[in-house]
């Protein structure tokens, strides 16, 4: 079982080049997030899935998209980097089996080992 | 609106009890997790409160009162290894997202 991966590890862009980070997990879980996290900050949420074929914006989705075409995977694009985006990036998933009324928070979400990008 | 709120870092001493707090704001939510990471790694999951009142697993306890909008994460017997950066999360309702606070350092001396 290897968890969650994310590839690549480390990676330099330069403004306005675009990239797909990639995101698998082996658990079978319904429920997949991408985070990114700068220094001296928390968590921000840009995109998750609560299943495949569904996806939907986190706190910070401008500039970046997914899709979820199979539950494994979750592939984040940067459509043009910036140096903004300057991060690392966090894949995570979980069940999505705390359901209230038809949701399902991640409340016990498996991260991987994270992405950390660099835009010159 | 949605804002968690930590203190920045917190120092103690190995044996020691430390309680580090998590405020919010927000118009209401579910349940209260916490996350520990510690430098250059990922979150790992520590915590769920689903209710109010006290959760213990080993020496890590986390507490949740939604009337005092205040939850805290209690570490007991403090070692080294416990120096990381913890992190509150919480899923506001009618969303299906979880929301971090901004981190609490600790650090933990000799």
């Known amino acids: 079982n290897a968890g969650v991966t994310q590839t690549p590890k480390f990676q330099v862009l330069k403004t306005g080049q675009s990239m797909t980070l990639q995101c698998a997990q082996d658990m079978n879980h319904e429920y997949m997030s991408w985070y990114r996290q700068d220094p001296g900050m928390g968590l921000r949420l840009i995109h998750y899935?609560?299943?495949?074929?569904?996806?939907d914006q986190g706190e910070v989705p401008n500039g970046y998209n997914v899709s979820r075409s199979t539950t494994e995977d979750f592939p984040l694009r940067l459509l043009s980097a910036a140096p903004s985006q300057t991060s690392v990036y966090f894949c995570a998933s979980s069940y999505a089996d705390d359901l209230r009324g038809g949701l399902s928070t991640p409340y016990e979400q498996y991260f991987g080992p994270g992405t950390r990008l660099t835009v010159t | 609106g949605q804002s968690l709120e930590q203190p920045s870092e917190v120092t103690a001493v190995e044996g020691a009890i430390v309680q580090i707090n998590c405020t919010y704001q927000t118009s209401g939510f579910y349940g209260l997790s916490w996350y520990q990471q510690h430098d250059g790694g990922a979150p790992t999951f520590l915590s769920y409160?689903?209710?109010?009142g006290l959760e213990e697993t080993g020496r890590f306890s986390s507490f949740l009162s939604r009337s005092d909008s205040y939850g805290y994460l209690l570490l007991q017997e403090l070692q080294m290894k416990d120096s990381a950066s913890y992190f509150c999360a919480v899923g506001p309702y009618n969303t299906d997202k979880l929301i971090f606070g901004t981190g609490t350092r600790l650090q933990v001396f000799p």
């Open positions: 899935s609560v299943g495949a074929g569904i996806t």
């Open positions: 409160n689903a209710l109010d």
